[in-house]
């Protein structure tokens, strides 16, 4: 039997990325989107797709022009059976040229099954919350921190003879409030951001793990990790479950943030919230940047086809999304 509480940490967000890096001719992209749906997503719904579909689906992202994707989770597959085959899934997707193939681990075990896959990145959850953290993992935060200690020497090792190196990123779950705890204070996460980075990770995000966050929250959090962490400041984690996903994003976008997690279709619903998309919408979110002029590199026509294969892989899950739902709007086009 698994609990909520452990699904809900696994749940729990995480994700780094590439540091910002700033607009050139040469440069595909402004902003890196993640798309987190095969994890994310596939975790925290009942229906275990079959790995050609993921396969297929993860193809279809990759077209649509994905530049990294979050394929599983190095857990236990009594855990979460819906993930038991991420090395084979894993596999697969270092077949696409350009694609960060990223997986999530929760512990040492899971960062060497995931170093055997031949992952480009890590990124392990870490609960901004203590009682989160005990609740889900059974482990304080100084327990956590001596995982992740452990994790990273772990690539490191690996990294002394590897031909590329493994990068490693902590994504700060329940940073902008948790169930468990209500409020997470601002100094709290920030200071566990820091032991973070003094652990030597990459790169340290924030997750709305509960979709508690609002705009404003989001812009003082971001703008200070930024302050203490620079370049080693990551991704935003957002979720819609109050209907704040985008507005967040682009509270997130205005103290410079530029990467990015979202799901296709919004997959994974939120136990909170009935009835709603529980992370960002991939389609969504790409519209709203590209129509604003920044370049994503993602075809919003390749996610509709992305779209497509999940709804044949899918059929009962409710898929979310305004923008598959109302279609591109007359006369737009995407930055180029
Ligand atoms: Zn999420």
């Given at each position: 039997m698994i609990s909520l509480e452990r699904i809900t940490f696994y749940l729990s967000e995480r994700k780094i990325h590439t540091p910002m890096t700033p607009a050139s001719p040469?440069?595909?992209?402004?902003l890196l989107i993640s798309e987190v749906g095969p994890r994310d997503g596939l975790q925290s719904i009942s229906a275990v797709m079959s790995t050609a579909a993921k396969c297929r689906w993860i193809d279809a992202l990759a077209a649509a022009?994905?530049?990294?994707?979050?394929?599983?989770s190095f857990v236990s597959p009594k855990l979460l059976p819906q993930l038991a085959d991420t090395a084979a899934v894993v596999q697969h997707a270092l077949?696409?040229?350009?694609l960060r193939v990223m997986a999530l681990v929760p512990n040492l075990r899971g960062a060497q099954a995931a170093l055997a896959a031949g992952v480009h990145k890590i990124t392990l959850p870490v609960s901004a919350s203590e009682a989160h953290s005990l609740a889900n993992v059974r482990k304080t935060h100084a327990e956590m921190l001596d995982e992740l200690c452990a994790v990273v020497q772990r690539v490191r090792a690996h990294n002394a003879t590897a031909p590329t190196p493994v990068g490693v990123e902590v994504g700060l779950s329940t940073?902008?409030?948790?169930?468990?705890?209500g409020v997470v204070p601002q100094d709290a996460v920030i200071r566990l951001a820091l032991a973070c980075a003094e652990a030597g990770v990459d790169e340290v995000g924030l997750s709305d793990t509960t979709g508690m966050a609002n705009p404003a929250q989001v812009r003082r959090l971001f703008r200070r990790l930024q302050q203490e962490l620079?370049?080693?400041?990551g991704a935003a984690h957002l979720h819609n479950t109050r209907g704040l996903g985008l507005a967040n994003a682009l509270a997130a976008l205005d103290v410079g943030v530029r990467a990015f997690d979202s799901s296709l279709a919004g997959l994974g619903g939120c136990p909170y919230a009935p009835?709603?998309?529980?992370?960002?919408?991939t389609e969504d979110l790409v519209f709203m940047f590209e129509a604003m002029g920044?370049?994503?590199?993602?075809?919003l026509d390749g996610l509709l086809r992305a779209r497509a294969v999940l709804r044949e892989a899918l059929p009962d899950e409710p898929l979310y999304g305004m923008v598959p739902e109302a279609?591109?709007?007359?006369g737009f086009s995407p930055t180029h």
């Open positions: 040469s440069s595909p992209a402004d022009g994905l530049r990294e994707i979050e394929v599983g077949r696409h040229p350009g940073a902008f409030g948790c169930t468990l705890q620079g370049e080693r400041a009835g709603a998309s529980g992370n960002v919408v920044l370049r994503t590199g993602v075809d279609g591109l709007p007359q």
